[in-house]
């Protein structure tokens, strides 16, 4: 439990920080312990499904997803310059609310588990 609370704190720093560049192989290798611990460790259905939910924290998912023309212009009225790089730290960024999300979600059925 220790573990999945020092995450969603580690994930607020990046995101509070937008210094996600830095710090994502390191956040996707924790995300990756954790989820291989739970499915080898919990037999919860429920929990078991909501691990395998949470994404992965990788370019290559950021890479397929495309960015359609009305999000482009959008992330142009907001910033005023574009450029990949930039494009794939907000969507890195966004993915890493997700997961943080998912694992609070996840925090949260397990201290009901638990109890």
């Given at each position: 439990?220790?573990?999945?609370?020092?995450?969603?704190?580690?994930?607020?720093?990046?995101?509070?920080?937008?210094?996600?560049?830095?710090?994502?192989?390191?956040?996707?290798?924790?995300?990756?312990?954790?989820?291989?611990?739970?499915?080898?460790n919990c037999?919860?259905?429920?929990?078991?499904?909501?691990?395998?939910?949470?994404?992965?924290?990788?370019?290559?998912?950021?890479?397929?997803?495309k960015v359609?023309?009305?999000?482009?212009?959008?992330?142009?009225?907001?910033?005023?310059?574009?450029?990949?790089?930039?494009?794939k730290n907000?969507?890195?960024?966004?993915?890493?609310?997700?997961?943080?999300?998912?694992?609070?979600?996840?925090?949260?059925?397990?201290?009901?588990?638990?109890?």
């Open positions: 439990m220790r573990q999945i609370v020092d995450f969603q704190a580690q994930c607020d720093k990046i995101i509070q920080t937008n210094e996600i560049e830095n710090y994502y192989h390191d956040l996707e290798k924790y995300n990756a312990e954790i989820k291989k611990y739970l499915l080898q037999k919860e259905e429920l929990i078991t499904n909501h691990v395998k939910s949470i994404p992965s924290l990788s370019l290559s998912s950021i890479e397929k997803s359609t023309f009305f999000e482009k212009i959008l992330f142009l009225l907001q910033d005023g310059e574009l450029s990949n790089s930039s494009l907000e969507d890195l960024i966004n993915l890493t609310r997700e997961i943080r999300d998912k694992y609070a979600s996840l925090e949260f059925l397990l201290k009901n588990h638990l109890s």
